[in-house]
Structure formats: C-alpha cells, structure tokens
C-alpha cells in the first residue's frame, strides 16, 4: 500500500509473494472496487453480445482480457508513469445486462456506468460486443457533453439497423450522433476491406467522420496517424473506442467479425499510446471473442491496450 497526499492507494498483488499466473483475476490483478475507499480509474466489464451480426462470444471477452493482463506490471516506460501508484485503479467487475432484449440491456448499461462515473471516476470499459459503446457514450455525455469520437476499427459501425433492430453492433455511432452525443469531428481510424455500397461512406461522412484507412497506416505510419487524429479532434472531449478487430487478424484471431490487412499490435500501441496529447474522457475496447483465440493472442493485445489507456489517464491524474 501506498500513501498519497494522505490517501491510501491499494496496490496490485505482489508477484514477489505470489506468482502472476496465480490468485484472483481481477484485470493485473488490482484491487476489486468494493475493496477500496474510492478509485480514480476502474476498469469495467460489460458481458453482452446479443447484438452481433456474425461470430457470437464477446461476452465472454471481459474475463479473457483480464485473464490476459495478468503479466501487466506496474511501470509503463514509454509514458513514465506507474499508474498504479499515481491514482487508485480498481476493477469494478461486470455489469448486469439481460442477454435476450437489447433495448433493455442498453438501458441497464448506460444506468449503471452513469452511476459509476458520477463522482469523477475515470472508466475503461471491456466488451462485449460494439453496441456496448452507445450506453458508455450515454453515460460520458452525461458527464462531459458532446465528445469527439476516436474509433478504431476494420468497420464503420454507422450503419442503420438490420433485422428489425435499431441497435446493432454495426449502428452504435449512427445512432450516437442521431442522439446528439458526438461532435462533427470524429475519425475512424483502420478502416478496410468490403462494404455494402459506396454511399455508405457518403452517410458516414455526414455522421461527422473522416477517415485513416489501413492503406493510409502503411503510408503515414504511427506518428502520421497521430498528427491525423489530434488535428481532428482539436481540443474536445475524446472517447476512444477500439474495437480489437482492427488488428490484423494475425493479430486478433479471437473476434466477431474479421477482416484481412488490418494493423499489427505494435502499430495499434503506438498510436493509443500517443493519445496523451488529446482530452481523453472515456474508452472502451471491445469484440474480444475468446472462443475463436489462440494462445491468448487477442486477450494479451487487449489487455495491453487498456494499459495504455490507464496509463494515460494515470498522466492525466497526476498532472
Ligand atoms: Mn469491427
Ligand atoms: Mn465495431
């Protein structure tokens, strides 16, 4: 345990005492929020995919990850920064959410992450599948108004509702900016492979989106994608949502819905990484399907991604 400014921090679990492969799994093994005064950071499981068009099992991709980041220690050198000791982090478990009725489960979600952010806790939600970012944009706006949307995925997810369903995990941010939760000033980031029709990325266009392709990664490279997406979004409130598949799938076999050519872990870190320089307010990383992983390939990149995240919000605390 640490002491700062006078306030008890509840450190991971020693791996000098017990073995990292080992004991709860809680995401790197941090305090469980029930076990702390307060947290400035949680990490928050959202088990709900019954809003996928194809591959099923995202529900399932809360515990992978966390299973996944039990070899995350507690220095990032890159940022300089031990989040961990800077600001309490904890792990707030799962959310409750019914499996059979969407529009329920949406509703279930945004109140529940509404209820967790509202005393100024930082959250880092882990997936389920993509429609669990229109409740956390719910429950951010509440908190930080209109957001500039950093999204990182193979697809646009600003389709319309199919099957009767208005949401989907392909329609979250149609309907996001539809609810006035987003700016004009989003960007999606690894964009590839087929779509539907060309007017769909007319539409996108009028949701408030530009877009960095993967052909646009192997040009610009990391530090031109940053450049990209920080001239972008300016000065507002980001949330950045990453959805795992836009990793090649190489990369991240463990997902619902894979496309070929997408970017490399490396890449991915690189850029979230960066993300120190904008106004970041929420995050989410989702689509982690661990059904169809193998040896934790996906988990392991997820896992590490959410670090990032925490690590930038542990330079965000400190500043
Ligand atoms: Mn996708
Ligand atoms: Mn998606």
């Known amino acids: 345990m640490n002491i700062d400014n006078g306030r008890a921090i509840v450190g991971a679990v020693d791996p000098q005492v017990q ?14 929020l029930e076990d702390v005064a307060q947290a400035d950071v949680v990490v928050v499981g959202v088990p709900f995919d019954s809003a ?11 515990n992978a990850i966390r299973q996944g980041s039990r070899l995350i220690r507690g220095y990032n050198p890159e940022l300089d920064i031990s989040p961990f000791q800077v600001c309490q982090v904890a ?3 799962d959310l409750a959410c019914n499996p059979f009725d969407i529009g329920q489960a949406v509703d279930q979600i945004a109140a529940q992450l509404t209820e967790l952010l509202s005393n100024g806790t930082r959250a880092i939600i882990l997936g389920g599948d993509h429609s669990v970012a229109l409740p956390s944009l719910r429950a951010a706006h509440a908190v930080h108004g ?4 950093v999204h ?10 199919v099957y009767g369903a208005d949401i989907t995990h392909g329609s979250p941010f149609r309907r996001a900016f539809e609810e006035g939760l987003l700016l004009d000033r989003n960007v999606h980031v ?8 060309r007017k769909d990325l007319v539409e996108d266009a009028g949701f408030g989106f530009s877009v960095i392709t993967c052909r646009d990664i192997s040009s610009l490279g990391s530090d031109g994608i940053l450049e990209r997406i920080i001239e972008r979004v300016g000065d507002a409130p980001v949330y950045v949502s990453v959805d795992i ?6 990369h991240a076999p463990g997902t619902g819905t894979p496309e070929a050519g997408g970017m490399s872990s490396r890449e991915l870190l690189e850029v979230v990484r960066g993300l120190d320089a904008v106004n970041l307010v929420g995050v989410d990383v989702v689509e982690v399907s661990p059904a169809y992983d193998h040896a934790e390939i996906t988990a392991i990149a997820a896992a590490n991604v959410a670090w990032e ?3 930038v919000f542990g330079r965000k605390v400190q500043r």
């Open 309 to 311: 995240f925490l690590s």
């Open 152 to 161: 990182f995925d193979a697809h646009l997810d600003t389709w319309d509702g």
């Open 91 to 93: 792990d707030a478990g």
């Open 190 to 197: 690894g964009v590839r492979g087929s779509i539907y029709d």
């Open 52 to 62: 996928v068009t194809y591959r099923p099992g995202a529900r399932f991709g809360p």
């Open 19 to 32: 073995p990292r492969y080992a004991g709860w799994t809680t995401f790197a093994r941090l305090p469980r």
């Open 146 to 149: 209109p957001m500039a949307l």
């Open 245 to 250: 598949d836009v990793l090649d799938p190489a």
